[in-house]
């Protein structure tokens, strides 16, 4: 008897999964077209919102972008953010250097003999590094490096 309670127990059981099922896939089919609607926006803002970074370096129309499958739309979003950066960066450096011709001026080295000659005399550790580029990284190294000795092992 207890055979037979555990068939009926399992058909039961097989049926309730099937039903689940059932209202799973339905559910999925009825979302689909929602999830696929959302999808389609996001993209779109992507497309817009990358157009509107890269006019600023060149145009691409709205139909060429869409065609782009999304690791290439990945790759220019990526691409955009380098050349902002970059721009800034340079900007930046233009503003320093501008400054810096100012201060020189105003220090009364009007010609390109006297400028440079003004840089040389002038000590400037926290502008320039150990081997001259302002980001140089060589130097002596940080207090905190452990010593560190190679042992060879005896063959």
């Given amino acids: 008897m207890a055979s037979k309670a555990q068939k009926k127990l399992q058909k039961k059981k097989a049926r309730e999964k099937d039903k689940r099922n059932k ?15 959302r999808a389609e ?25 869409q ?8 790759q220019l979003e990526k691409n955009t953010k380098i050349l902002k950066a970059l721009e800034n960066e340079y900007v930046e450096e233009l503003e320093t250097k501008q400054k810096l ?4 001026e105003a220090e ?5 003999e006297d400028k440079m000659k003004a840089m ?8 320039i590094g150990i081997c001259g580029g302002a980001d140089c990284a060589i130097g002596p190294p940080p207090a905190d490096t452990a010593d560190v000795e190679v042992v060879k092992s005896q063959e």
């Fill in 108 to 112: 009364g080295h009007l010609t390109l």
């Fill in 41 to 65: 926006k996001k993209r779109e803002k992507r497309i817009a919102r990358l157009q509107k970074d890269m006019d600023e370096f060149t145009h691409m129309s709205t139909e060429s972008l």
């Fill in 120 to 127: 040389q005399n002038v000590d400037r550790p926290q502008e």
């Fill in 101 to 104: 011709q100012e201060k020189l």
């Fill in 23 to 37: 209202v799973l896939t339905e559910r999925e089919r009825l979302r689909a077209p929602a999830r696929a609607e």
């Fill in 67 to 74: 065609v782009l499958p999304d690791d290439a739309l990945r």
